[in-house]
């Protein structure tokens, strides 16, 4: 039986650094359409996490946002035109390399021509399962209709799916099954490859030619950082982003006057409380939701990741993200071993 990793079971081995500083180390890395992000992260398109302030606030921070498939299409469609309305010139830049999700089933290449109108390219297909005849028939249509358009394919977690959703048609692979926070794909069904294994895989298959998203799991700058040195080009962030301003949703007050605090809504998109506000069945359900104590703005998030990858970048002595893979040695850790990389003296 084969042993699968995730983030907490390694660290990153340090190696000699000739570098004078941390600023030596650029974050750049590939995008669609030749665009290069300063900053290697994107929101997950979850309802309480990713619409048009968050996607626009991480484009100017460098990042990149995405736009959740939750609501009708003329909705979507709106987001998109506010973007380039209220920003013109440089809106329309955003709306062209922001992906838009879309599903497998109904309305979805109807969503996609009234998102293809109005200047969207990229485009996430948002399933669960990835491999599956589902994705494959979507990336038949989706070729069939549309050119010059980038394409996100449904989560994956092995090595022949990515082989597969590369003859398919898809672009850019997002990898991760069962490993959000909110998510109980894998208590639910059994489902799932340790996330540090899977994208080590996916890296393999692709040789480093596609962009691959390590979707899931990324509950601090360390993980971004051993899931960039696996093989990700970008890590895609839910969670963490969960209760920043910029985040959909209105702010829900506990307590009193004038001590109250803030909190906003994160919910699982296969959550209960999720598929009631969409209207759907609530069979098979594999996901939670909670409150999230407000965390101000973005920007501050992004910056400790930022803080993070760069510090992990000079312990390694790496200027570039691509360095940074080719120099990334892993070492297992013991359960005491977890324990020692915890600030030990809190958990007593």
Not at 11 to 28: T, V
Not at 73 to 92: C, L, M, P, R, T
Not at 189 to 202: E, F, K, N, R, S
Request: charged content about 25%; some cysteine; overall charge neutral.
């Amino acid at each position: 039986m084969r042993e699968c990793l995730t983030y907490d079971d390694v660290q990153i081995a340090p190696k000699y650094s000739d570098m004078e500083s941390r600023g030596e180390c650029s974050l750049e890395t590939r995008w669609v359409n030749d665009h290069v992000l300063s900053v290697p992260v994107i929101s997950s398109p979850m309802s309480t996490i990713s619409e048009k302030e968050m996607a626009w606030a991480l484009f100017e921070l460098g990042a990149i946002g995405t736009i959740h498939r939750f609501t009708y299409s003329e909705v979507q469609v709106n987001h998109a035109q506010a973007i380039v309305d209220d920003y013109q010139e440089k809106g329309i830049r955003c709306v062209s390399i922001t992906p838009f999700a879309i599903g497998a089933t109904s309305d979805y290449l109807f969503r996609t021509k009234k998102l293809y109108e109005t200047g969207v390219r990229v485009f996430i297909v948002d399933i669960a399962h990835g491999h599956s005849k589902h994705m494959k028939d979507v990336m038949k249509a989706l070729r069939q209709e549309f050119s010059g358009i980038t394409v996100i394919g449904g989560s994956i977690a092995t090595k022949d799916a990515a082989t597969d959703q590369l003859e398919w048609g898809v672009d850019i692979l997002r990898v991760g099954m069962g490993n959000g926070s909110l998510c109980e794909t894998r208590i639910r069904t059994g489902i799932g490859i340790p996330q540090l294994t899977a994208i080590m895989d996916v890296y393999e298959a692709t040789q480093g030619k596609n962009i691959i998203i390590a979707d899931g799991g990324i509950r601090t700058p360390g993980d971004a950082a051993k899931a960039i040195g696996a093989g990700a080009d970008l890590v895609m962030l839910g969670s963490l982003l969960a209760g920043t301003k910029e985040t959909p949703g209105k702010f829900i007050r506990i307590g009193n006057f004038p001590d109250e605090q803030l909190y906003k809504q994160y919910k699982g998109s296969a959550s209960e409380s999720a598929k009631m506000d969409r209207n759907e069945n609530t069979d098979n359900i594999e996901g939670n939701s909670k409150i999230i104590s407000y965390k101000g703005k973005v920007e501050r998030i992004i910056k400790a990741i930022t803080d993070g990858l760069k510090s992990s970048m000079s312990y390694v002595g790496a200027r570039t993200l691509d360095e940074f893979r080719a120099k990334v040695d892993f070492v297992r850790v013991t359960s005491a071993g977890q324990i020692e990389a915890q600030p030990h003296l809190l958990l007593k």
